[in-house]
Nanobody, 117 residues
């Protein structure tokens, strides 16, 4: 069982920035594929960005150029740096951590991001 904890959410003004963190347990973090999703009420969870165990990244079109995903294997943590935020980015952001040998990943509890003036 992998424990996943997100942090860093909050209230930010349009145009502002936030950095989310996703910390996961385990001694083999470097073998985890990690993805950030977001969800708003009444909508399906949307994939925002992911980073593979070898550091390759991918982003949804809606955040490309504004968000950056990175990982620090020494700290068992993946970050999502978000900039040029707009109200449309308001959502609960979830982290999914999947060991490369698993078909399914583990979810955190989510962290709320609210973009509002």
């Amino acid at each position: 069982q992998v424990q996943v904890v997100e942090s860093g959410g909050g209230l930010v003004q349009p145009g502002g920035s936030l950095r989310l963190s996703c910390a996961a347990s385990g001694s083999v973090f470097s073998y985890y594929v990690v993805a950030w999703y977001r969800q708003t009420p009444g909508k399906q969870r949307e994939l925002v960005a992911h980073i593979t165990n070898d550091g390759s990244t991918n982003y949804s079109d809606s955040v490309k150029g504004r968000f950056t995903i990175s990982r620090d294997n020494a700290k068992n943590t993946v970050y999502l740096q978000m900039s040029s935020l707009s109200p449309e980015d308001t959502a609960v952001y979830y982290c999914n951590v999947r060991p490369v040998w698993n078909l399914n990943g583990y979810w955190g509890q989510g962290t709320q991001v609210t973009v509002s003036s």
